[in-house]
């Protein structure tokens, strides 16, 4: 007898995911303001994002010399047809893409939007549909308009929270009825990594810069669920849903201290998604507060609102896994995301030092889902690679197949374990600018982007290897691998 079970159901959603940040370009184009990104330049990105100050924002506004990667992106405000159609060609079900607040509210604080910059996103959107590309939309994906930064204080200040949920209420008056499925921030927990591209804090305006991380992120959880909160009162079509940057963290040893370590630092994490999902401050923050010093500045009615309008599914972006350890002496250490883990010695790594794991994903899933027994979607994951483009203009990514293969077979197995799996959308799925290091060479995309870490190059776009095998994939359902 044939027990063979498909991996997925008929109504996965397949396809890719971008930011906007990262690909548009055209940074002062049709009305759009700066945003918190727009000006690190390349070379000093992973430390400015941790301890950006005022100075340093001054610096880059008066640089003239420097090149700041994200301004001009891979120009997709003005490819975006012709990207589009190869997602259609490659057999998207789905698109993730990011809205840029700047190109909506410019400064942030207008009371009128923006019309062209409505006008480019619904084009955009129009698009996809045309192909029958559902759109799942990121409404911040590591950006807020500077001025809420240099005027407001960002986050810190529960002004963002009227400024975040005018903005939302725009986007879903104007698309609610053709946009099902919206993410409120990208990966909010990161806040703790970088607490300026996420929160807007200036390293130079805080003593505590923990507890600032802290309350801003609380200002967040308030304006995400009152974002959700309008959605439904708008149109009952939308799904909210939370993102989280997720790592799992494996104990180093069964020693019951790396164990207990590891649950720390997975909590850590877990933190941001059992606040949005559950509804309330977790029993174990409280403890962590108390030792830091974190005193959250909270009004009457905002714990209410937290508990009311929960997300109704989860996110995730999924690169690699963690290992805890309670005794690190002599041993190599990373620092990620605020925590100080060491390596795994049982996997390979990308040129980054990113560990490869695709048992993880699987280990992820299931423990999401244990925990919250909510749908869930992975809307980031892949591999950055050094790639350059030989004389044929085919790149044989052999490598990156390879990684995709291995992620997918683990993530139809989740399935099989009986997680409620929406969809998966790689990250990158066309060349963009990195996060972690403003550079265009850290490429994760199925279709390669002639440009190089400086802005030269014509911007062609040629599909890889992966893009043809990645079309059968999503053709065979995630049978054909
Ligand atoms: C996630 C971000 C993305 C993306 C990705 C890869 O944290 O949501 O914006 O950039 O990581 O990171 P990097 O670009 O640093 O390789």
Same mark, same amino acid.
């Given at each position: ?10 109504n996965?959603?397949?396809g ?5 940040n *990262?690909?548009e370009g055209?940074?002062?184009v049709?009305?759009?303001?700066y945003s918190?990104?727009?000006?690190l ?5 992973s430390?400015k994002?941790k !301890?950006?100050s005022? *100075?340093d924002? @001054?610096?880059a506004?008066q640089?003239k010399e420097g ?6 992106g891979?120009d997709?405000y003005?490819?975006y047809?012709?990207d589009i159609?190869?997602f259609?060609?490659l057999?998207f079900?789905?698109f993730?893409?990011?809205i840029?607040w700047?190109?909506?509210f410019?400064?942030?604080?207008e009371? #009128?939007?923006n ?10 959107i129009?698009?996809c549909?045309?192909?029958g590309?559902?759109?799942l939309i990121?409404i911040?994906h590591f ?8 005027e407001y204080?960002?986050w810190?200040?529960r002004k963002l929270i009227?400024f975040?949920?005018r903005y939302?209420?725009?986007?879903? /008056?104007?698309?609610g009825h053709?946009? $099902?499925y919206?993410?409120? &921030?990208n ?10 591209m996420?929160?807007?804090i200036?390293?130079d $305006? ?13 200002? #967040?959880?308030?304006?995400?669920s ?7 009162e708008?149109?009952d ?6 993102m989280?940057g997720?790592d799992?963290?494996?104990p ?7 164990v207990?370590?590891?649950?720390q630092?997975?909590r850590?994490e877990?933190?941001f998604s059992?606040?949005?999902?559950r ?6 923050s409280k403890?962590?507060?108390?030792e830091h010093n974190i005193?959250?500045?909270?009004e009457?009615?905002?714990? /209410?609102?937290?508990r009311?309008? !929960?997300?109704?599914?989860l996110? &995730?972006?999924?690169?690699?896994t963690?290992?805890s350890?309670y ?7 990373t620092d990620g995301?605020?925590?100080i !883990? ?7 790594a990308?040129?980054?030092?990113? #560990?490869?794991d695709?048992i993880?994903?699987r280990?992820?899933l ?8 909510i749908?869930l ?8 690679m050094l790639?350059?483009?030989?004389d044929d $203009?085919?790149? #044989?990514d052999d490598g990156r197949?390879q990684? &995709?293969? @291995?992620h997918?077979?683990?993530?139809g197995e ?5 997680v ?5 959308t ?6 963009l600018?990195?996060?972690g290091t403003?550079e265009?060479e850290?490429?994760?995309?199925f279709?390669?982007?002639?440009k190089?870490n400086?802005?030269n ?8 290897k992966?893009y043809y095998?990645y079309?059968?994939v ?5 049978? $054909?691998?």
């Open positions: 007898m044939n027990n063979y079970k498909k991996r997925f159901p008929e996965f959603l397949w890719g995911a971008v930011a906007a *990262q690909c055209a940074f002062d049709d009305g759009k303001g918190v990104i727009d000006i330049s390349f070379g000093d990105n430390k994002l !301890t950006m005022s *100075q924002v @001054e610096n506004l640089d090149y700041f990667p994200r301004r001009d891979i997709f003005h490819h047809k012709e159609a190869m259609a060609d057999g079900k789905v993730r893409f990011s840029a700047t190109r909506i410019p400064n942030g604080d009371l #009128q939007p019309e062209k910059g409505l006008q480019f996103y619904e084009d955009v129009d698009e549909l045309k192909y590309i559902v759109p990121t911040s950006e807020m308009p500077l001025n809420l930064v240099t204080g960002g810190l200040n009227t975040y949920t939302c209420k725009v986007l879903f /008056e104007r698309f053709k946009v $099902k919206w993410l409120t &921030f990966e909010l927990n990161l806040i703790t990594l970088s607490g300026y996420l929160g807007g200036l390293s $305006k805080v003593d505590n810069m923990i507890e600032a991380q802290y309350q801003a992120a609380h200002h #967040q959880f308030v304006a995400s009152l974002a959700t909160k309008i959605a439904r708008t149109n079509n939308i799904l909210i849903g939370a989280l997720r799992e963290y494996y180093l040893t069964c020693k019951p201290e790396d207990m370590q590891s649950i630092d997975s850590f877990l933190f059992d606040v949005q999902v509804g309330y401050y977790p029993s174990y403890r962590y507060f108390e005193h959250i500045k909270k009457l009615g905002d714990d /209410e609102i937290i009311s309008y !929960t997300v109704d599914f996110s &995730f972006s999924y690169y690699s963690s290992v350890a005794d690190r002496e002599g041993m190599e250490t995301n605020g925590v !883990t060491v390596k795994n010695p049982h996997l390979k990308s040129k980054w030092g990113w #560990q490869i695709p993880g994903l280990i992820a299931n423990n999401l889902y244990d925990r919250y027994q749908p979607f992975v809307v980031e994951n892949g591999i950055g790639e350059e483009i030989p $203009k085919y790149i #044989q197949i990684y &995709f293969r @291995e997918i077979k683990q993530m989740a399935v099989k374990d009986g409620e799996l929406m969809g998966y790689p990250w990158g799925c066309i060349d600018v990195s996060s403003s265009m850290k490429r994760y995309g279709i390669y982007v002639d190089d400086y802005g190059g014509t911007l062609q776009r040629y599909p890889k992966s095998w079309k059968k999503i053709a065979s359902n995630g049978e $054909k691998l």
